[in-house]
Nanobody, 122 residues
């Protein structure tokens, strides 16, 4: 499966962006968004597996993960952005069955996009 992210950019604090991840090939059951800032570890942002939705503590109430099955596309709506949200954002997917407590752990995902940069200025 190939994953292609888009929608990144530069915004001021308090602004919004919507990231998209277009998947080609077979439909993947588990999908997620991760981010990585320079010098930091990759961080799980949001994950979707069937009816289960999981968010990282730092984005709860501000970010929303969703999908369009007809377009085989995953989205991340990001509102009230903060400078600390600045990072490269990656879409990831796996057909492995994931228990809820590991849905935001990068090591369980085997397909990754190339990333899209999000920069939030104060």
């Amino acid at each position: 499966v190939q994953l292609v992210e888009s929608g990144g950019g530069s915004v001021q604090a308090g602004g919004s962006l919507r990231l998209s991840c277009a998947a080609s090939g077979v439909t993947i059951y588990n999908k997620a968004w991760f981010r990585q800032a320079p010098g930091k570890e990759r961080e799980g942002v949001a994950s979707m597996s069937g009816s289960r939705l999981i968010y990282g503590d730092s984005v709860k109430g501000r970010f929303t993960i969703s999908k369009d099955n007809a377009k085989n596309t995953l989205y991340l709506q990001m509102n009230n952005l903060k400078p600390e949200d600045t990072a490269m954002y990656y879409c990831a997917a796996t057909d492995n069955g994931l228990q809820t407590y590991i849905m935001l752990e990068a090591r369980w995902y085997d397909s990754w996009g190339q990333g899209t940069q999000v920069t939030v200025s104060s």
